[in-house]
């Protein structure tokens, strides 16, 4: 008879338990998989660092998406399309854009190179030209221009 008296008070805890199980577990689930943008762009710049082009592109598209006049994001999906061999139109426009609202100088090269690879060699060259007029010798030694 003392089992039956606390069969009700663990069945009204055990639901309270489940009760909030489910209403707050998705709310800190949620929090920890939502990177912010300062985060996010560090793990796509390190992503890119370490040659993850795939994921550093997803990452910046996300970026370009919250902030599109971030001529860095742009600049970094860009770049991230032409490292894949993918998508050079988008590419070409990514790079286009990103290299008039400065972004690196690199910028006109690696344009360059996309309009190249897209088998565009009178662009590609333009480009590669506009580049080598801004680049600086560093620059240009890193690039093996």
């Given at each position: 008879?003392?089992?039956?008296?606390?069969?009700?008070?663990?069945?009204?805890?055990?639901s309270v338990v489940l009760l909030l199980g489910l209403t707050?577990?998705?709310f800190l689930f949620g929090q920890a998989m939502t990177a912010g943008p300062d985060q996010l762009?560090?793990?796509s710049r390190s992503s890119f660092e370490a040659g993850d082009f795939r994921s550093a592109l997803n990452g910046f598209r996300i970026l370009m998406e919250k902030d599109p006049?971030?001529?860095m994001h742009v600049y970094y999906a860009g770049r991230c399309l032409v490292e894949l061999n993918e998508d050079l139109d988008d590419a070409i426009e990514?790079?286009?854009s990103a290299?008039?609202?400065g972004a690196p100088t690199d910028a006109y090269f690696y344009l360059g190179r996309a309009?190249?690879?897209d088998y565009n060699f009178s662009e590609a060259a333009k480009?590669?030209?506009k580049f080598e007029q801004l680049a600086t010798r560093q620059q240009m030694k890193d690039l093996r221009v």
């Open positions: 008879m003392v089992n039956n008296m606390f069969i009700p008070s663990i069945r009204s805890f055990i707050v577990h998705p762009n560090r793990e006049n971030n001529a990514l790079l286009y290299s008039r609202r309009y190249h690879l480009n590669y030209s």
